[in-house]
């Protein structure tokens, strides 16, 4: 329980008092920050819309003339909001958060490269060190450019991919025996090793692009 700095009313730890409407300075994950359940599927839209409501309710400039306390609780629910506002609007930093909550993180063996990723690495790799090798050849380029496009086509079929996962899990979540809780664990932590391995590539091409454009 935690008791309210402004009318001294005791509840279950929340961002705002349920009475009077005073920022509390209370420990939440990210979910019970922004009045969700604790489930991975999210409507967008309304997370947005949540999100606008409470930053101006709790806004520092609400408080500014009270007391101390109260400034610091704003000030604390504020970050604590934008903090648990910008994790769970990210698909790939949320799949992350819920390992987290869940006592997991991606391991050794989720950093390596992913088998069926391979082979697609070692191919942009190789286009990039030619690109780099005839500066400026425009076919270069262009292949470059075309590998652009299929592979934020990969990243978007990986994100589905993850979107998928989290129906699995909001679905059975409940009732799941511990045997597919791992099975989704295990699933989850590959996809999210996956999606980080196509973002590296995106930001390596994107670079070499962008330094063919400024020659």
């Keep these: 329980m935690i008791e309210c700095l402004s009318c001294g009313r005791r509840q279950e730890p929340r961002l705002i008092c349920a009475d009077c409407g005073t920022p509390l300075s209370a420990s939440l994950d990210s979910f019970a920050a922004l009045g969700l359940p604790r489930k991975l599927s999210i409507d967008l839209a309304a997370l947005e819309r949540i999100y606008h409501d409470l930053s101006r309710k709790i806004h520092p400039d609400r408080f500014a003339s009270r007391d101390a306390r109260i400034r610091d609780a704003s000030l604390r629910a504020t970050a604590l909001l934008t903090r648990s506002y910008r994790t769970l609007r990210d698909p790939t930093a949320r799949g992350l958060y819920w390992l987290e909550l869940n006592g997991e993180k991606l391991g050794e063996n989720n950093k390596r490269v992913p088998a069926e990723l391979a082979e697609l690495v070692f191919e942009v790799q190789e286009q990039l060190a030619s690109m780099h090798d005839a500066y400026g050849d425009s076919s270069l380029i262009a292949d470059v450019e075309k590998r652009r496009v299929e592979l934020q086509a990969t990243m978007d079929e990986t994100v589905a991919e993850l979107e998928r996962n989290f129906i699995r899990?909001?679905?059975?979540?409940?009732?799941?025996?511990?045997?597919?809780?791992?099975?989704?664990?295990?699933?989850?932590?590959?996809?999210?090793?996956?999606?980080?391995?196509?973002?590296?590539?995106?930001?390596?091409?994107?670079r070499a692009l962008e330094n063919s454009k400024a020659a």
Excluded: G
């Design 169 to 206: 899990w909001d679905r059975v979540l409940s009732e799941i025996p511990e045997t597919d809780r791992k099975m989704l664990t295990t699933e989850l932590k590959a996809i999210l090793s996956k999606i980080a391995y196509i973002r590296t590539l995106i930001r390596d091409v994107d």
